[in-house]
C-alpha cells in the first residue's frame, strides 16, 4: 500500500523559498506511470492545484504559480519535492503531496506551512 | 474566486439523495472527460470518490456516483448517512496550460 508523506520548514520568513518533500513508501516513485503532484489548501479555503512532474521529469504548473514553483524528482530517496519562491502571506496553507495528475489517488496527510516574518 | 462553480452548502435528511452540480466552461468540463470528485472531512486529506466523469475507485460506496452534461458535472449522493457530512470538491482537466482547476467546494449536512 503505497504512503505519501510531507516535510520540511513549518515557518517561512518572506520573502524566503519555501521547501517541502514528499517521501513515498510502500512503492517505487518510479513504477508504473505515475505523475506526482502538490496541491494547497489555504486556511478555511478550497484546494488549489501547484503542479505536477511526470516520470520522465516534465513538470506542469498552474499558471498563477509558474514563476515562482519547481517541482523535482530524487528516484534513489523515492521522493518528490516543491519549491516556491518569494513567499508571502497569501502562500500560507496547508500542502499535500499526492500521486496522479488528472486526479489523485494516494493523498499524504498534509502539512501546514505558515509565512510570516 | 475558483475556475469551477459549486453551491457553498447542500444538505439532506438521512436516507434521502443529494445531487451536488459543478460548473465549469467548454475549456474544462465541456471539454473533457476528466472531472473528479473529492470528499474531505474536517482535518483531513482529501480522498477521491469519482475520477473520470463517473468511474468509482474500489472501496468507494455505490451510493456515490458521476455525471456530466455539457460544461456541468454533478455528484450524486444517494441513501445519505451520517458518515457522507464532509465538504466535496470537483475537479477537471482544463487543458495543457492550465492543467488541472478545482471547484470551491460545497458544504454537505446530513441534517
Known amino acids: 500500500q503505497v504512503q505519501l508523506q510531507e516535510s520540511g520548514s513549518r515557518l517561512v520568513k518572506p520573502p524566503q523559498t519555501l521547501s517541502l518533500t514528499c517521501g513515498v513508501s510502500?512503492?517505487?516513485?518510479?513504477?508504473?506511470?505515475?505523475?506526482w503532484s502538490w496541491i494547497r489548501q489555504p486556511p478555511g479555503r478550497g484546494l488549489e492545484w501547484i503542479g505536477y512532474?511526470?516520470?520522465?521529469?516534465?513538470?506542469n504548473y498552474n499558471p498563477s504559480l509558474k514563476s515562482r514553483v519547481t517541482i523535482s524528482l530524487d528516484r534513489f530517496k523515492n521522493q518528490f519535492s516543491l519549491k516556491v519562491t518569494s513567499a508571502t502571506a497569501a502562500d500560507t496553507a496547508v500542502y499535500f503531496c499526492g500521486r496522479g495528475a488528472t486526479f489523485i489517488d494516494k493523498w499524504g496527510q498534509g502539512t501546514p506551512v505558515t509565512v510570516s516574518s | 474566486q475558483s475556475a469551477l462553480t459549486q453551491p457553498p452548502s447542500a444538505s439532506g435528511s438521512p436516507g434521502q439523495s443529494v445531487t451536488i452540480p459543478c460548473t465549469g466552461t467548454?475549456?474544462?468540463?465541456?471539454?473533457?472527460?476528466?472531472v473528479s470528485w473529492y470528499q474531505q472531512h474536517p482535518d483531513k486529506a482529501p480522498k477521491v470518490i469519482i475520477y473520470?466523469?463517473?468511474k468509482r475507485p474500489s472501496g468507494v460506496p455505490d451510493r456515490f456516483s458521476g455525471s456530466k452534461s455539457g460544461n456541468t458535472a454533478s455528484l450524486t449522493v444517494s441513501g445519505l448517512q451520517a458518515e457522507d457530512e464532509a465538504d466535496y470538491y470537483c475537479s477537471s482537466y482544463a487543458g495543457h496550460e492550465n492543467f488541472v482547476v478545482f471547484g470551491g467546494g460545497t458544504k454537505l449536512t446530513v441534517l
Open positions: 510502500g512503492g517505487s516513485i518510479s513504477s508504473g506511470s505515475y505523475s
Open positions: 473520470e466523469v463517473n
Open positions: 467548454s475549456g474544462d468540463v465541456g471539454a473533457y472527460d476528466y
Open positions: 512532474i511526470q516520470q520522465s521529469g516534465t513538470t
